[in-house]
């Protein structure tokens, strides 16, 4: 089964600044038939459900700021948040949907400093 | 526009059975490229992916909960109901239901979300 491990656990960063969340995978999330790699980030804020940002590790799902981006490949991911906003203060989950059982990462909260 | 919303009993009592339903409107989930999926998340802690159904009533289960599970559908109703033997306060979780949809023959994550529902295990 693949394991999904984000670091850190918690970070805090000031408004305007830039933050960068990481995830690791057990396996390769890299399909070779189409190139593609099935990693998506989830923003959950307190009492909602997760909302999906990204999802093929770099693709932005519809509305969401381009300050929000993706990168990675393989079993490295990252999230990174050009520009902080207050509004961006929340647990974001990475999650591995290319084989089952599918899996989430533990979480990482960001806090505005 | 899809929407789904969770529904089931919010107390259930140690070694109970756990019925959950959700229903969803917007797809229809009766071909192979479409999903349901359950999420859990106890208070304060992760996401954790329960299980899913296909339109082609493919099911996959968690492997840790598996023994415990069973999910079905009935497209007529636009419903997937969770049923979870032998409750235990462990289970204590948000429980949420999502879609999730094939395109061009890739996988893409869940996309839509329910609510979610509290569901405590107490005596």
């Known amino acids: 089964d693949i394991v999904m491990t984000q670091s850190p656990d918690s970070l805090a960063v000031s408004l305007g600044e830039r933050a960068t969340i990481n995830c690791k995978s057990s396996?390769?999330?890299?399909?070779?038939?189409?190139?593609?790699?099935?990693l998506a980030w989830y923003q959950q804020k307190p009492g909602q459900p997760p909302k999906l940002l990204i999802y093929?590790?770099?693709i932005r799902d519809s509305g969401v700021p381009d300050r929000f981006s993706g990168s990675g490949s393989g079993t490295d991911f990252t999230l990174t948040i050009s520009s902080l906003q207050a509004e961006d203060a929340a647990v974001y989950y990475c999650h591995q949907y290319y084989t089952s059982p599918l899996a989430f990462g533990q979480g990482t909260r960001l806090e505005i400093e | 526009q899809i929407t789904l919303k969770e529904s089931g009993p919010t107390l259930v009592k140690p070694t109970q059975t756990l019925t959950l339903t959700c229903s969803f409107s917007?797809?229809?989930?009766?071909?192979?490229?479409?999903?349901v999926g359950w999420i859990r998340q106890p208070p304060g802690q992760a996401l954790e992916w329960v299980a899913f159904?296909?339109?082609?009533?493919?099911?996959h289960y968690g492997p840790s909960l598996r023994n415990r599970l069973a999910i079905t559908k009935d497209t007529l109703k636009n419903q997937v109901v969770l049923t979870m033997a032998n409750m235990d306060p462990v289970d204590t979780a948000t429980y949420y239901c999502?879609?999730?949809?094939?395109?061009?023959?890739?996988?893409?994550?869940?996309?839509?979300w329910g609510q979610g529902t509290l569901v405590t295990v107490s005596s």
């Open positions: 999502a879609h999730r949809a094939q395109l061009s023959g890739d996988w893409y994550p869940f996309d839509y």
């Open positions: 159904i296909s339109g082609n009533d493919d099911k």
């Open positions: 093929w590790a770099s």
């Open positions: 917007g797809f229809s989930l009766n071909t192979s490229g479409v999903q």
């Open positions: 396996q390769n999330l890299l399909y070779s038939y189409n190139n593609m790699n099935y």
